[in-house]
């Protein structure tokens, strides 16, 4: 039982550069996020798909990209990198009523 | 827009005693409510939900009730362990009956000691 499944678990990044979080599931949910921890403040969402070539904007959006081609993959992309951009990112989805996290990805941006 | 307070931490307590960690929300309409656990190293999980005013939710000796005449859903537990030590978050989603699009609280960090 995978779940939700993110990779790469650690990522050190120059600024400027860019990169791919990789996020997949196999529970078949058409309901997937990303959100961002950072200390003190919780989660916040940065964008969110309700299914395959549909996506929108959270909270926190700004840096990132997202496209959702299948139902399985929920890619985010950071075009370039910031230091702002350091945090842990988790993906995450949903059917009704319970959202399923991934383990999250430890991004430092120097 | 929708918001979550939640009780600073870190809290730290013996292994048996009472647990309480407060959380209140603002939103519009009839959000629903979550906590959810962190232990360390790993994503949150689920640790109980209520959809409506007055629901309970449990889970493994933890209680909350969605209280909205005070916008409250404080985190109770009645004899804690030392493996509940972990990281809470109470959460909600304004789209009624979903888990979607939540917005979190900062966080409750808990230490249980033997």
């Known amino acids: 039982n995978a779940g939700v499944t993110q990779t790469p678990k650690f990522q050190v990044l120059k600024t400027g550069q860019s990169m791919t979080l990789q996020c997949a599931q196999d529970?078949?949910?058409?309901?997937m996020s990303w959100y961002r921890q950072d200390p003190g403040m919780g989660l916040r969402l940065i964008h969110y798909?309700?299914?395959?070539?549909?996506?929108d904007q959270g909270e926190v959006p700004n840096g990132y990209n997202v496209s959702r081609s299948t139902t399985e993959d929920f890619p985010l992309r950071l075009l370039s990198a910031a230091p702002s951009q350091t945090s842990v990112y988790f993906c995450?989805?949903?059917?009704?009523?319970?959202?399923?996290f991934g383990q999250g990805t430890r991004l430092t941006v120097v | 827009g929708d918001s979550v307070t939640q009780m600073e931490g870190p809290v730290t307590l013996s292994e048996e005693a009472f647990l309480t960690i407060n959380c209140t929300y603002t939103?519009?309409?009839?959000?629903?409510l979550f906590w959810y656990v962190q232990y360390p190293g790993e994503g949150l999980q689920l640790l109980l939900k209520?959809?409506?005013?007055?629901d309970k939710g449990s889970n493994k000796g933890f209680e909350a009730t969605y209280r909205k005449e005070t916008t409250s859903f404080h985190l109770e537990k009645g004899s804690v362990q030392v493996s509940d030590s972990a990281v809470y978050f109470c959460?909600?989603?304004?789209?009624?009956?979903?888990?979607?699009?939540?917005?979190f609280g900062s966080g409750t960090q808990l230490t249980v000691l033997p």
């Open positions: 529970m078949n949910h058409e309901y």
């Open positions: 209520a959809t409506k005013a007055d």
């Open positions: 995450a989805s949903g059917q009704t009523g319970i959202a399923f």
């Open positions: 798909s309700v299914g395959a070539g549909i996506t």
């Open positions: 939103a519009t309409g009839y959000p629903s």
């Open positions: 959460a909600l989603s304004g789209v009624p009956g979903s888990a979607r699009q939540l917005t």
